[in-house]
């Protein structure tokens, strides 16, 4: 089992930046996807970034569309941490932003591809 707690969410304003963290215990793998994915009030769960590492030095990156050059995915595999660094805020990136695992290195934008997911933590941009 893999066990994964996001800290970081909270309430800024549009413009503003938040950084999510997610750390990771338990079970660990050879390779693996670490996501994130959020979901407002009303809205299925989406897709927001993705990190994919193959056991050796190298990691990819995938992001939505929205929250290209806003946003950006790393990894500190020494702390078994994903953080997920948020710029230019907009009111639309509201929403509970959930960390999620899977063992493998292909990346997948479905919440179903996930086997591992986090609590959650609310982020809130006021306009």
């Known amino acids: 089992q893999v066990q994964l707690v996001e800290s970081g969410g909270g309430l800024v304003k549009a413009g503003e930046s938040l950084r999510v963290s997610c750390v990771a215990s338990g079970r660990t793998f050879s390779s693996y996807v670490m996501a994130w994915f959020r979901q407002a009030p009303g809205k299925e769960r989406e897709f927001v970034a993705a990190?994919?590492?193959?056991?050796?030095?190298?990691?990819?990156?995938k992001y939505e569309d929205s929250v290209k050059g806003r946003f950006t995915m790393s990894t500190d595999n020494a702390k078994n941490t994903v953080s997920l660094q948020m710029n230019s805020l907009k009111p639309e990136d509201t929403a509970v932003y959930f960390c999620?695992?899977?063992?493998?290195?292909?990346?997948?934008?479905?919440?179903?591809?996930?086997?591992?997911w986090g609590q959650g933590t609310q982020v809130t941009v006021s306009s």
């Open positions: 990190l994919s590492w193959n056991g050796g030095s190298t990691t990819y990156t």
């Open positions: 999620a695992a899977r063992s493998g290195w292909i990346i997948s934008t479905f919440a179903s591809g996930y086997e591992y």
